[in-house]
């Protein structure tokens, strides 16, 4: 079975560009999940969707990250502008829904300059 | 707010010696609890999980074990091996909830050859 996607795996971009991440889940996975691992830190919860619908986001930085998933699949994560402080590792995971183990994709490192 | 946090940053251990990797929580509505494996540049990878109404539970020389009365859980891996070096994080919910697990910071293992 194949695991979370995620790309790219690497960014580096300067502060006030622009920035997205995609993330395809495990097939059948109706929730979805965006982290944002700070080095030397636990993964911070950004947005959690049920299906196409978001169901928590209240840590999401509404004035410059956005996150969507249209057809309840593939999800977006995108930041703009960047700041310094948004350099990080964005983790995708994927869960059948309800709590529970969830499944992680390698993530996308960003590096803002 | 309520968070999960983990006692010791680092952790260094002899091959082949066991380890102990402890963590306190301060949600008491939390009773789901999991162990998260993160070797460099990869996603968080599940080890073990628990329920609060066990006290213990074991895997392939892993254990799990919660004292819901002082709220501590801890990861205990028998003979370590140089493979088991990571960084490892507890994370917890609520078995009943659609909230998305929160992590604390990590404790980072070293196994010495």
């Known amino acids: 079975e194949a695991g979370v996607a995620q790309s790219p795996r690497y960014k580096i971009i300067e502060k006030r560009q622009s920035v997205a991440f995609w993330c395809n889940p495990i097939?059948?996975?109706?929730?979805l999940y965006w982290y944002q691992q700070i080095l030397g830190q636990g993964p911070k919860l950004l947005i959690q969707?049920?299906?196409?619908?978001?169901?928590?986001d209240s840590q999401l930085p509404k004035d410059r990250f956005s996150a969507e998933r249209l057809k309840g699949v593939d999800s977006t994560l995108k930041i703009q502008p960047a700041k310094l402080e948004d350099s990080a590792v964005y983790l995708c995971?994927?869960?059948?829904?309800?709590?529970?183990?969830?499944?992680f994709g390698e993530g996308s490192r960003l590096t803002v300059l | 707010g309520e968070s999960v946090g983990l006692h010791l940053p680092t952790l260094s251990v002899q091959e082949g010696d066991n380890s102990i990797i402890n963590c306190a929580y301060s949600?008491?509505?939390?009773?789901?609890f999991i162990w998260y494996k993160q070797e460099s540049g990869k996603g968080p990878q599940f080890i073990i999980d628990i329920r609060s109404n066990m006290d213990k539970r074991q895997g392939q020389r892993v254990t799990v074990l919660l004292n819901k009365t002082v709220k501590h859980l801890s990861l205990q891996i028998a003979a370590t091996q140089p493979g088991d070096s990571a960084v490892y994080f507890c994370a917890e919910n609520m078995a009943t909830g659609r909230r998305a697990l929160t992590f604390g910071s990590g404790t980072r293992l070293q196994v010495q050859p």
């Open positions: 949600n008491s509505a939390s009773d789901y």
């Open positions: 097939s059948g996975h109706a929730t």
């Open positions: 995971a994927s869960s059948p829904g309800g709590a529970g183990e969830l499944f």
């Open positions: 969707f049920q299906n196409n619908g978001v169901v928590d």
